[in-house]
């Protein structure tokens, strides 16, 4: 099973990024994926999950409403729209498969004006 992550960088305040996830290893069409973030000296938090029906949709409550998690099983690949970004939005996000306890390597997503 791999994870690949792509789609950080820089943004301004207010500004918007999409993340995106490439698997492969596994029969991606079946299985629910999720997106976590760890802020610098901060636990890993769950930010969104999808289930293997793309209208099963979870959100932490400090990303609902601009957050939107969305997959393609045509191209195995789960996205994070992350909109109206915060200061406290900056992290490492991760790409994760619950069932394979797999991680992708994470892409960085910074905040700041």
């Known amino acids: 099973v791999q994870l690949v992550e792509s789609g950080g960088g820089l943004v301004q305040p207010g500004g918007s990024l999409r993340l995106s996830c490439a698997a492969s290893?596994?029969?991606?069409?079946?299985?629910?994926m999720s997106w976590y973030r760890q802020a610098p000296g901060q636990e890993r938090e769950l930010v969104a999950s999808?289930?293997?029906?793309?209208?099963?949709?979870l959100y932490s409550d400090s990303v609902k409403g601009r957050f939107t998690i969305s997959r393609d099983n045509a191209k195995n690949t789960v996205y994070l729209q992350m909109n109206t970004l915060k200061l406290e939005d900056t992290a490492v996000y991760y790409c994760?498969?619950?069932?394979?306890?797999?991680w992708g390597q994470g892409t960085q997503v910074t905040v700041s004006s």
């Open positions: 994760y498969q619950p069932s394979f306890n797999a």
């Open positions: 290893g596994f029969t991606f069409s079946t299985y629910g």
């Open positions: 999808i289930g293997s029906i793309s209208s099963n949709t």
